[in-house]
Nanobody
Framework: QVQLVESGGGLVQAGGSLRLSCAAS????????MGWFRQAPGKEREFVAA????????YYADSVKGRFTISRDNAKNTVYLQMNSLKPEDTAVYYC??????????????????WGKGTLVTVSS
C-alpha cells in the first residue's frame, strides 16, 4: 500500500515556475515507478511525466517536453515535478501516481495503482 500526498501548487503568472512535490508513505516507495498526471476543467485526466523506480528513465508528454522535469529522491520518499515556462493551458489539478513496475527501467503513462488527491496549479495570462 502506498499513500501519496501532493503539494506545491498555487497561482503563478505565465512564464513563471513552480515545483510540485509528492510525498509517499510506505517502505517500498523506491520500488515503484511514478508519474504525474493532470486534469484541466472540463477535460479528461492526461499524462504529464513519468519516472522509473531508479530515476534512470523518464518520459514526458509532448506538451510539456523541454519545460517540465520529473525527478525523485528515494531517500526522502518524494517525487518532484519542476515546471518552468508555465502557460495558461497548464492550469489543472496535478496528481501523482504510483505503479508497481515489471522492470527497473519501466515508465508508465497509464494503469497506475495508487493516486494522490491532487494539487491545483493556476497559470494566469
Amino acid at each position: 500500500q502506498v499513500q501519496l500526498v501532493e503539494s506545491g501548487g498555487g497561482l503563478v503568472q505565465a512564464g513563471g515556475s513552480l515545483r510540485l512535490s509528492c510525498a509517499a508513505s510506505g517502505r517500498t516507495f523506491s520500488s515503484y515507478a511514478m508519474g504525474w498526471f493532470r486534469q484541466a476543467p472540463g477535460k479528461e485526466r492526461e499524462f504529464v511525466a513519468a519516472i522509473s523506480w531508479s530515476g534512470g528513465n523518464t518520459y514526458y508528454a509532448d506538451s510539456v517536453k523541454g519545460r517540465f522535469t520529473i525527478s525523485r529522491d528515494n531517500a526522502k520518499n518524494t517525487v518532484y515535478l519542476q515546471m518552468n515556462s508555465l502557460k495558461p493551458e497548464d492550469t489543472a489539478v496535478y496528481y501523482c501516481a504510483a505503479r508497481w513496475p515489471i522492470s527497473g527501467s519501466a515508465v508508465y503513462t497509464d494503469g497506475m495503482d495508487y493516486w494522490g488527491k491532487g494539487t491545483l496549479v493556476t497559470v494566469s495570462s
